[in-house]
């Protein structure tokens, strides 16, 4: 049977006997079908370690040849320097292959173990190039692509030790020489403690469910043929790609031997999200789900692990789960999205238990000089990392709280006015790729010890009192004041009434205005960093002003459309007028925010218009938009520059009293929109926008987030179905 192919215009005669997919070559059949059987034929003659594929064998054997030449152990992970591999590809000459130097900066260099290589003497070159594989940025991509098809890897994962009410019969995870307990915590050992008498069935029951899911995620994992390369890919554009837009991970100073596979695995999953083959969604999901069952059955061991530079016990546990619900909170599967939803919380109670939110930072007292050695410096360089890295976890845990609570329709899982970590490094010093570079810059910087709860209460300290700090706000920084404000309007009902001891949105609103200036006025702010949290702002002074949410989920309910991007944890408001509510301040208000966003998302450039917050704050400007052409307004009028000082404040609020007085917001362009003045006020008003148009256009925007972020494909199924209702 002939089966066409489509990627080269021939033919593929050859088929699995399995799942009758086709191949043109019976060397790639061959290898195929043992993904069916679990078959690993290839031996290694040293170590007799058996692999599924030759060219796995062959770059394995390699390393026994570099001992073997050298007389000392090696390591795939021996990161090579970009002026090395330049030398190397220039002996080998012009058809040596170059796919390890991508871009030509220290972000693509092949990293690994903690030292670099210095001084490679062009005398030994030729045998470095017969080492290197070229095909991957991260050699070790190839271990953890073997220990992933491994089913007794697989399965060890699944069912770690103490998790069931009988006898484990599974090696211990992980290193067995670590000195790491086997269970969450061996002092407390009635927990799991279940008579025996009766229970056979019980048990029966239990270990067939847990076969049947190990079998299912191992299923899946074979079924779309995931390799050694797609690892590596992933992980390199996780890094490149995801990292700038989140700086939660250290790229020079990642070694991967030192990371958990779950974390290994959702680094992954994220990064498939940026590879242009359509299996790689498909792709990227197996492995968060094999990640994510890994956390589930052994979170109790993984939060015992501890870096050779962590402070503390279970950091990658909480950056595991970080990057776990990151990845499901955007997820096109919806299962995925309310298992994210659903877990979120468990990031912040692990935190709490391993005392990570009371580690001492690092002292600048430890700080070592230019001239001290390369050991000193380096030690110090990564300890510092580490605690930086552990400290912008848990602030990102912040972020994505008020990200997924406002998705999930819930209020956040924490009080975020009540933080008390410190703010973050800057990103200068955070970027800095070697141990000098980072002294340097360290050493020009302030030391800060504010906390984001200071700044919480200098954001709502009486009207006169100016926010002070000792260094500028980062874009991180921002974002994690931004979740902040955003948990104090979420704790506000649509009457604007607050629960006790919670600020009014007036109040919000004055301390939006204030973060307004912060961001503007900023100059270490990139103009990229400076859109992105502008967009961010944006999306929340428009909730202050209405629930985008709840406003989606009325208009849906009211025209029986299915809507699977909100959840319904507060009920939706009942008799609400869309053509009264078009006529209201907020709603003009709330217009000129989403008019805004907009713009923001259009100019964003390519490489960065993928920030994770970028898919909710269209959307809540997208259906502010319907609400408009719904209510009959169409085409509206926009002052051509807007004071957003003006937009935030009543006319009501004592804190804009004293610009009343002069007259300054009372006469401005847009202080006379938002009053909704009569049209000979408005004539003069620039900026002219027909929504329904604007609509369609941010219907494309949609469909260029759906590689990235699969929640969009949801978002722009609604706005399809609004679109159809306004014509």
Not at 337 to 358: E, V
Request: glycine share 6%.
């Amino acid at each position: 049977m002939t089966t066409p192919d489509s990627a080269f215009g021939g033919a593929r005669k050859l088929e699995c006997r399995v799942c009758q997919k086709g191949f043109s070559k019976a060397e790639h059949l061959r290898r195929h079908e043992l993904s069916h059987t679990g078959s690993r034929p290839f031996a290694c003659k040293w170590c007799k370690r058996a692999f599924a594929r030759q060219d796995s064998l062959a770059r394995h054997e390699r390393l026994h040849k570099r001992k073997e030449s050298t007389g000392r152990p090696s390591s795939p992970l021996t990161p090579i320097s970009e002026t090395a591999v330049d030398a190397l590809l220039a002996s080998d000459g012009a058809d040596a292959p170059t796919a390890t130097v991508r871009n030509g900066s220290t972000e693509d260099q092949i990293w690994g173990e903690s030292q670099p290589v210095e001084g490679i003497s062009l005398q030994n070159m030729p045998n470095v190039a017969a080492e290197l594989d070229f095909e991957l940025f991260w050699p070790d991509s190839e271990d953890l692509f073997q220990t992933i098809i491994s089913s007794d890897t697989v399965n060890q994962w699944q069912m770690p030790l103490g998790a069931l009410p009988f006898p484990p019969v599974l090696p211990q995870m992980g290193n067995p020489n670590s000195g790491s307990p086997g269970s969450f915590d061996e002092r407390d050992s009635s927990i799991g403690a279940i008579p025996s008498g009766g229970s056979h069935q019980a048990v029966h029951d239990v270990t067939r469910m847990v076969t049947n899911l190990s079998s299912s995620v191992t299923a899946a994992l074979d079924a779309v043929s995931i390799t050694s390369v797609f690892l590596d890919e992933s992980l390199h554009m996780f890094f490149v790609r995801f990292i700038p837009t989140f700086p939660i991970l250290h790229r020079a100073t990642f070694v991967f031997r030192e990371c958990t596979h779950p974390l290994l695995l959702n680094a992954i999953a994220i990064g498939s999200l940026y590879l242009g083959p359509k299996d790689a969604v498909a792709k990227g999901e197996a492995l968060w789900r094999l990640a994510h069952t890994a956390v589930a059955t052994s979170w109790q061991t993984l939060i015992t692990h501890r870096g050779p530079y962590d402070a503390c016990k279970g950091v990658q546990l909480v950056i595991t789960a970080l990057l776990s619900q990151i990845y499901g909170a955007l997820s096109k599967n919806r299962a995925i999205r309310i298992t994210s939803q659903t877990f979120h919380a468990l990031g912040f109670f692990w935190a709490r238990h391993c005392g990570m939110f009371d580690t001492e930072p690092f002292s600048v007292n430890n700080l070592p000089s230019l001239d001290a050695s390369e050991a000193e410096k380096e030690h110090q360089w990564r300890t510092w990392v580490s605690r930086e890295i552990q400290k912008r976890a848990l602030l990102a845990h912040y972020v994505l709280d008020g990200l997924i609570a406002q998705m999930s329709g819930e209020n956040t899982s924490v009080r975020h006015a009540t933080n008390q970590l410190g703010l973050p490094s800057s990103e200068a010093v955070f970027e800095a790729s070697t141990a000098d570079e980072w002294i340097t810059r360290l050493r020009s910087e302030k030391a800060d010890t504010t906390s984001f709860r200071s700044i919480f209460r200098s954001l709502f300290t009486p009207m006169g009192v100016s926010l002070t700090l000792d260094s500028p706000f980062s874009a991180f920084s921002l974002r994690v004041v931004l979740e902040g404000l955003q948990s104090l309007i979420s704790d506000c009902d649509e009457d604007d009434v607050a629960a006790v001891g919670v600020p009014t949105k007036s109040e919000i609103r004055r301390a939006l205005a204030q973060v307004h200036e912060m961001i503007t006025s900023n100059v270490h702010l990139s103009e990229t960093d400076r859109l992105e949290t502008l967009l961010r702002w944006h999306a929340i002074c428009l909730d202050a002003d209405t629930n985008s949410s709840l406003l989606c989920r009325y208009v849906c309910s009211r025209y029986n459309i299915e809507q699977h991007v909100f959840g319904g944890g507060k009920g939706i408001k009942p008799g609400l007028d869309l053509i009264r509510w078009a006529n209201t301040e907020g709603a003009r208000r709330a217009l000129l925010h989403a008019a805004a966003i907009q713009d923001i998302v259009e100019q964003l450039p390519r490489g960065r218009a993928h920030v994770i917050h970028m898919p909710s704050s269209l959307f809540a400007a997208a259906t502010v938009y319907s609400v408009f052409i719904l209510a009959g307004s169409t085409t509206v009028g926009l002052p051509r520059t807007v004071d957003w000082r003006n937009v935030l404040y009543n006319e009501t609020d004592s804190w804009m009293a004293y610009e009343e007085l002069s007259g300054s917001a009372i006469g401005s362009e847009t202080r006379r929109y938002i009053r909704g003045d009569p049209p000979s006020f408005s004539k003069n008003l620039g900026a002219t926008r027909n929504l329904l148009y604007e609509l369609n256009s941010m219907q494309k925007l949609f469909r260029c987030l759906f590689s990235q972020w699969g929640v969009a494909h949801d978002m722009e199924n609604v706005v399809d179905q609004w679109i159809a209702l306004c014509h």
